[in-house]
């Protein structure tokens, strides 16, 4: 019992942790002071100044990502080329539809159980695949 009430207190730190780390971020990119640099042409971007702000805020919101990945992580697209996935289509397609574009045919599961004989031609008349 002692372990779980150890975890959720780190869990809850670590979450606190990156909302730290968060607002840190939002004050880094917010402050505009020393970006620009006064010289005899005038004034200049302070190249270094700013390079040095954009590696601490991508190195905040690396750990940020790491403490909390749930809130500050990537986010996984795991639907192919980013098009959302139909689950009444595919149910409709695994259900005995014919599938657009792979002219591949399945079966009607009740339907195969009902009537096996009327399959017999696709499963080689003896419930072997035929070739």
Known sequence: MRSTRNFARDTRARERQADVLAGQILEISDDGTNDYVQTEDGEVPNHEHIQRSRLRV??????????????????????????????????????GDIVPDLDVWFPRKLAFLREPHRYKVLYGGRGGIKS
């Open 58 to 95: 991508d190195s905040r919101k690396w750990l940020a990502s790491k403490l909390a990945p749930k809130k500050y992580g990537d986010k996984i697209d795991a639907t192919p080329s980013g098009t959302p996935f139909h689950a009444p289509a595919f149910a409709a397609r695994l259900a």
